[in-house]
């Protein structure tokens, strides 16, 4: 007959730790992650005890600790960080580890060896929101320690976690060597009552002809730009409620994923000039229709549909909305219907972010430009194209003198017409920070941009690297925290994202969103590069080098194939580095290789002369990657040509202190 459980109910302080992207390690070196396991183990537990802290079990790599005061748990958590925090120091960076703490005190449950309840579920669910290196507590244990840790407490805010009614408000605690503040992390999970938010999903193209699937992306699009602009509206950006284009998902599971508590659908269909646009108001929690309406119009009342869904909706909502109603809602930049078609098209085919589609944007822009001279968001998209599409080599510096001659003066012209677009200051302002190193200028149009639009995720993403570039590294960690609040889901922004991390050499970040990454998208060129990348900074070659040369198999283009070239010369593989330099010239008979991505890698294989004439070139050139090159070399372990008497003279003609 088997023994009957014993159990009692109690006060109790709960400890729940994680070892920080562990389960990707395990998958890319099995050996080397089991042995740090290991050594984490060993720290933690050598730690428990001095804080009266009682090991119930480990989960995987994390452990769940009970103790019998807050205060103890606290202390224990802040001993634990400090350990690491000085282990770290003393390690190479690929033998680093990190772990997240979350503590709660609260009733808990003692059956024989192991503790159940909420107490441990909410420690559970706190813990993620500590992020690398950090200690997360609930108010019930703030309340029990304030005045009385020695270390800074300061508070995230509430957060809503699953299974649980209200809100819990929860805090970071401070610790010798810990980041200068708590992640900002619940701006992503807040559901307050001053927080609304909805999610425009992609409306379906119900026509015959598949050419007019521009035409629902490009409603959607103009929707939720529409919608960011409200005050007190939070809205996901469009790559990540794009994930769920052609996908049969729950309303419910889509809003948990993007945090929202309503979404709008809905469909179009364009036969000749007849548009039939359906469209509905879904509310999250039970899935119950708040309001739909059919449109049946003209094409060229196209406009006027849009500003009804978008009044309809804050209708719809206004006890949150209180006065949005007064607010412009759309910006069209024009009423012609045939040049408002091509940008729609130009857009379209901007986002697949490939080459071709860069080009076919451009063209589309001209041609709405010849219809609408004074068209500001055709010139803001066509500045953007040749700024993405140059930077990542789908188009060469002789198809941009053609175009446009040395100077981008689309984003100028953008500014002049209309200086009240997000669009239009964020082109400038790339212009300003990518080409022309006027820094100061790049900033002011930065600053508008987010000030017309904090919700337009281009902006705070250029944003994010100015202020890497200029060494403000808690400033560009908060817009690249925004930037995953705003857009979840996507892959490009996980990687731009990343790419910050990188350029302020907070590698573990970056290995954090490399890992996510490879959760988004494993088939993504990007992955990789950020993952080798990271190993790279890491100490871990091999893998490093395997990443890269999986991102360039994978369409990487030259910015990958460039930092692969330059790791081998890291690593003394002279024959292979030089192989790549060959890759490199072959890939610019096709697409253009910035000369500054030359340059680095002669810089690793000591060409010293070689590397300032390709970054003299690429001066001249106005190479986006340039403003990048300070940090670069700090990253790529260029040491040798940062103390060469040419580099801080070449840092002064950027803009930059040495």
């Given amino acids: 007959m088997p023994q009957a459980l014993t159990e009692h109910r109690k006060l109790a302080a709960i400890m729940f730790t994680d070892m920080v992207g562990y389960s990707a390690l395990v998958e890319r070196n099995e050996a080397f992650a089991l042995a740090l396991l290991e050594e984490h183990r060993r720290l933690l537990r050598s730690v428990f005890p001095k804080h009266q802290g009682s090991e119930i079990k480990t989960i995987g790599d994390g452990f769940l600790v009970e103790f019998s005061s807050a205060l103890a748990a606290v202390q224990c958590g802040i001993e634990i960080q400090e350990e ?46 500590a992020g690398a290196g950090g200690i997360c507590i609930s108010r019930q244990v703030f309340d029990q320690v304030e005045n009385r840790v020695a270390k800074s407490v300061k508070r995230i805010g509430e957060v809503k976690l699953k299974n649980m009614m209200r809100p819990l408000e929860v805090y970071w605690v401070g610790y010798e060597g810990a980041a200068s503040g708590p992640p900002s992390l619940v701006q992503a999970n807040k559901s307050s009552e001053n927080q609304k938010s909805i999610a425009v999903l992609p409306f379906l193209s119900m026509s015959s002809d598949p050419e007019n699937e521009y035409l629902s992306d490009g409603l959607t699009e103009d929707l939720i730009m529409a919608f960011s602009q409200l005050k007190g509206l939070r809205v996901p950006a469009r790559t990540s409620s794009f994930a769920f284009k052609g996908k049969h998902e729950d309303v419910r599971r889509i809003g948990q994923q993007l945090n929202v508590t309503k979404v709008l659908e809905g469909s179009v269909r364009k036969v000749g000039e007849r548009l039939r646009i359906t469209a509905q108001l879904i509310n999250v929690a039970d899935g119950d229709h708040l309001w739909s309406q059919t449109f049946d119009r003209e094409m060229q009342e196209v406009f006027a549909i849009q500003d009804e869904i978008t009044r309809a909706i804050v209708q719809a909502l206004e006890m949150q909305l209180i006065g949005a109603g007064d607010q412009p809602l759309v910006k069209h930049g024009t009423y012609n219907t045939d040049a408002y078609q091509l940008y729609l098209q130009a857009r379209y085919h901007f986002n697949k972010f490939t080459g071709d589609g860069f080009k076919r944007c451009i063209e589309c822009c001209k041609k709405a430009l010849e219809i609408e001279p004074n068209y500001t968001l055709a010139y803001a998209a066509l500045s953007l194209s040749f700024q993405y599409g140059w930077f990542y080599g789908h188009l060469s510096f002789k198809e941009k003198l053609a175009a446009i001659g040395v100077h981008d003066l689309f984003a100028e012209k953008a500014v002049e017409l209309d200086p009240n677009l997000a669009e239009s200051q964020t082109a400038l302002a790339m212009v300003r920070f990518w080409n022309e190193r006027d820094w100061s200028r790049a900033e002011d149009c930065f600053k508008q941009a987010i000030r017309l639009n904090p919700n337009y995720v281009t902006a705070h993403e250029q944003y994010g690297f100015f202020l890497a570039c200029r060494r403000r590294t808690d400033e560009a960690i908060t817009h690249a925290q925004r930037m995953l609040q705003l857009d979840p889901l996507s892959p490009m922004n996980t990687l731009s994202v990343a790419g910050i991390y990188w350029l302020i050499h907070r590698y573990d970040l970056m290995l954090e969103q490399a890992d996510r990454l490879f959760d988004l998208e494993q088939n993504f060129f990007g992955t990789y590069w950020m993952l080798g990348l990271a190993h790279w900074a890491q100490g871990m070659h091999d893998a490093a ?35 790549v330099l060959e890759d490199l010239r072959e890939l610019g008979k096709q697409m253009y290789v910035q000369p500054p991505y030359l340059g680095l890698v002669h810089a690793s294989l000591g060409n010293h002369d070689e590397a300032f004439d390709c970054f003299a070139q690429g001066m001249e050139h106005e190479n986006g990657s340039i403003a990048y090159l300070r940090e670069y070399c700090i990253c790529a372990g260029l040491d040798d040509l940062r103390a060469d008497p040419r580099f801080p003279a070449l840092l002064k003609k950027i803009g930059l202190e040495p």
Avoid at 97 to 126: K, W
Avoid at 554 to 578: S, T, Y
């Fill in 84 to 129: 690491i925090a000085k282990r770290n120091s003393a390690n190479p960076p690929q033998g680093l580890f990190q772990v997240r703490i979350g503590i709660h005190a609260g009733d808990v449950v003692r059956r024989d060896d192991d503790v159940i309840g909420d107490g441990v579920n909410i420690a559970a669910r706190i813990e993620p929101l």
């Fill in 545 to 579: 080098v395997a990443d890269l040369r999986k991102a360039v198999m994978l369409g990487g283009g030259p910015v990958p194939l460039a930092d692969l070239g330059c790791l081998l010369g890291r690593l003394d593989r002279k024959a292979d580095a030089q192989q």
